[in-house]
């Protein structure tokens, strides 16, 4: 009898019904509602953490760029070459050159105690020595303050995450290394990257101050194009000479972020996965409170001919409508609240500390409403199913 | 007591709801246990730290080493019961996802600095008689299935053997348990002798950190200056603190695990505070007429908040502690993560936390429902029969 367009109409005023008896129900449907925002909050919260991490590692990689590192080191921390090898490193076949030389940076990594501006306690800060084609090797290196530190002597250059995340980093003031004090000369950025969590200086400084005679740590390149890189690393896993490990920029810093994604991603799904059980309950509870208070009005039309399709669909549709809001709602507030705070945790690879700020990625706040709007399904699916399968008569013989 | 009945029957009347309210209350003090567990797992070492224990280590930082004379020196300072040396060794076994510390020992004074660990005496016997003896944590052992007698290797990847290799052979000669539930036993021990002489030139002498046993606790701060003035402008100056400080300085690198924590639980209860809530208000709505009935024949005032707040007690008690047994359960059978999380455990003290907090919870969602129906005029409520 009824077209698909009668059917329409009839969800479509079942639904306006619905959602017009809010007011009436305000305590369950607010109680829902910031339920499922406070699933969505924290979801989208929890993994804004490692998207912001993983963030910070990989805008840290340039295409065309690679890490040398001895074979068996799973970090620069690790590694370990002597100033032959870095040589015949620089110049195997694959390398960018310009007229200086090779696109090649021999460099040294420490740590070195300075304390965090949050806790006031002690954090290891990676300690960089690098080459002068450090800043070539690497994309978009800026000082965005003071000056670079001048080659051969006693200064430094701070990353900007490093410099706001730790005590007496700015420019002009000095960093204790041991028995040395070197000034701090400038700040650079590096577009979030993880350079931005680094102190830079002389690689020939660093190696006398941790009297660590002509060694080096890891090699960084520019290769000629990404594609080089096969060549680059034929030449020297093939060369006797050398006992290395070679991998693109980009491998090299997913290797290093993987821990501590895995465990920020494991911890996040699982907790949000408990709220969100708990919000479905809470939103079961609000619509079979919203079936049972419309018992009369749902059973009257269902005596006027309304088919139990529309009752259903439309009883969805309004608690898919409240999850929405309720996700809209968690994925606002959670951009609000982590969108770019500015944080630093460890690397566990090699025990130093990351500066890096949360990201609220489009992706995420997508996969919010997805949960919301899951939640909401289900929490109004078993409802509607009740609602629908009234005994009219009976119904009717409570008006 | 006697009107257990009644509120028992009153939480009956909606099954449905006061069921999906219950499953509301349970999810969440499922969640309270799990993330004690996981804060648990990364800030507790700090109260498992020995108050007569300091570490010492390179002032400028951890990975830089120490040379082993200065555990002579160290033992001649007052206040210094005796000093011994562990070092990092970054072994992986098999997969770099398999992570579990691994560090060479000098094994009597290492038994006996940290008694924590214990080890049967025969299979302390053989670790003395075995150079490439290591003895492993119970929870290793079992993750593993290593069993005493097996030949393990572990790469390095920090130390080289003279022959260029980083595979290390390890006998395992023990398998310790710790002695509460709060011990790691993840991590693996070995003979520093073995790991000094097999290991290349870059390094040999030179050790990761020291652990100090102090004479008096109370003299903690005193001693460690004493030992890093002992230090003092040498090529290795040194940084001495508790190790609780220490401990929760690692806890503090990772970030502030409590602050998060506390505000995922935040806004866990804050949402369970509602819908139990809610639920309360409901029930309390459709029976004004009823209360209006008891308070008629002579229930006082008291008397009608205790009804309402028993029954919003009872559904979050029982909830709370459904909840904190399947957390317990869960939690039981270890860490979710596969090894990052070594100490994974429901802590006594969080449990009777929560308990605790079921009440607070039952209080606060009944009390509002109580008042209501405290002032509810027998007559007006009568009309609404």
Request: a positive charge; aromatic letters at 10%.
């Amino acid at each position: 009898m009824a077209g698909p367009i009668n059917w329409f109409s009839q969800i479509a005023s079942i639904t306006k019904f619905g959602l017009l008896s809010i007011p009436q129900r305000r305590g369950a449907v607010v109680a829902t509602v910031i339920g499922i925002a406070g699933v969505v909050t924290v979801l989208v919260g929890v993994l804004s953490i490692a998207a912001g991490f993983r963030q910070a590692m990989t805008v840290s990689a340039s295409p065309d760029g690679a890490i040398v590192l001895r074979s068996g080191a799973d970090s620069e921390m690790v590694s370990g070459f002597g100033r032959d090898e870095t040589r015949v490193i620089a110049d195997s076949p694959g390398v960018a050159r310009t007229a200086q030389g090779p696109l090649a940076s021999a460099e040294l990594f420490v740590i070195i105690n300075i304390p965090k501006r949050s806790t006031g306690t002690d954090a290891n800060v990676p300690l960089r020595g690098v080459e002068p084609a450090a800043l070539l090797v690497r994309d978009n290196l800026k000082i965005i303050r003071g000056r670079m530190f001048d080659w051969g002597k006693d200064e430094v250059i701070v990353g900007r995450g490093a410099a706001q995340e730790f005590a007496g980093l700015e420019v002009g003031s000095k960093i204790k290394v041991g028995r040395y004090e070197w000034p701090v000369a400038g700040i650079f950025s590096a577009d979030g990257g993880v350079a931005e969590s680094e102190i830079w200086t002389d690689a020939k400084v660093l190696q006398d101050a941790y009297n660590r005679g002509d060694s080096f740590q890891s090699v960084s390149v520019r290769l000629n194009s990404p594609g080089a890189f096969q060549q680059f690393k034929d030449s020297l896993t093939s060369n006797p000479q050398l006992n290395v490990k070679v991998v693109r920029q980009s491998e090299y810093y997913a290797e290093q972020s993987e821990t501590i994604t895995r465990l920020i991603t494991t911890l996040g799904f699982l907790i949000a996965f408990l709220m969100a059980i708990g919000a479905v309950f809470g939103a079961l509870n609000t619509m079979y409170s919203a079936v049972a208070a419309r018992t009369r009005e749902i059973a009257t039309l269902r005596a006027l001919g309304f088919g139990s399709s529309a009752v259903v669909v439309s009883l969805m549709l309004e608690s898919l409508l409240l999850a929405l809001v309720g996700g809209i709602l968690g994925g606002g507030l959670a951009w609000l609240a982590f969108n770019n705070f500015h944080t630093s945790t460890m690397n566990w690879q090699s025990f130093s500390q990351i500066a890096f700020a949360f990201k609220v990625t489009p992706e995420l706040l997508v996969r919010g409403i997805v949960w919301s709007a899951l939640i909401g399904l289900i929490g109004g699916l078993f409802p509607a199913i009740r609602a629908a399968r009234l005994p009219i008569a009976a119904a009717l013989r409570e008006l | 007591m006697k009107f257990f009945h009644l509120i028992w029957c009153n939480l009956k009347r909606k099954k449905l709801r006061t069921s999906l309210t219950l499953l509301s209350i349970v999810v969440a003090f499922v969640l309270f246990g799990f993330l004690s567990a996981i804060q648990q797992a990364l800030v507790g070492g700090v109260e498992m730290a020995g108050a007569d224990r300091l570490i010492v280590r390179h002032k400028v930082s951890i990975i830089q080493l120490l040379p082993v004379s200065y555990e002579a020196r160290m033992d001649r300072i007052a206040g210094v019961d005796f000093a011994t040396h562990q070092t990092w060794f970054g072994g992986i076994y098999q997969d770099p996802k398999n992570f579990f510390m691994q560090n060479p020992v000098e094994p009597e004074k290492f038994l006996q600095m940290h008694p924590e660990i214990i080890l049967p005496p025969e299979q302390e016997k053989a670790w003395l008689a075995t150079r490439t003896g290591a003895i492993v944590g119970r929870r290793t052992a079992n993750r593993f299935h290593w069993k005493i007698g097996d030949q393990v290797p572990i790469q390095s990847t920090i130390w080289t053997r003279p022959d260029g290799s980083h595979t290390w052979e390890f006998d395992i000669v023990g398998i310790y348990d710790g002695k509460d539930k709060g011990t790691d036993t993840t991590p693996m021990f070995f003979r520093y002798d073995y790991f000094d002489e097999a290991r290349q030139a870059w390094g040999k002498g030179q050790v990761g950190w020291y652990t100090i046993r102090i004479k008096d606790p109370s003299q903690a701060a005193e001693v460690a200056k004493r030992v890093d003035a002992e230090f003092e402008n040498s090529p290795a100056e040194t940084k001495t603190e508790p190790e609780g400080a220490f401990i929760q300085g690692w806890a503090k690198a990772i970030g502030n695990i409590v602050l998060i924590v506390a505000a995922i639980l935040g806004a866990v209860f804050f949402t369970i505070l509602l819908v139990t809530g809610n639920t309360m208000a409901q029930a309390v709505r459709e029976r004004t007429g009823e209360l209006g009935v008891l308070k008629a024949i002579g229930f006082t005032n008291g008397r009608i908040v205790g009804l309402v707040l028993a029954e919003s007690c009872l559904l979050t008690v029982l909830g709370g502690t459904l909840g904190l047994g399947l957390a317990w359960l869960v939690i039981s059978r270890g860490d979710p993560t596969s090894g990052l999380l070594p100490m994974f455990f429901f802590p006594t003290r969080d449990l009777l936390i929560g308990l605790g907090l079921s009440v607070v919870l039952g209080l606060v969602t009944g009390i509002f429902p109580a008042l209501q129906a405290m002032r509810l005029r027998v007559a007006d409520a009568l009309r609404r029969m």
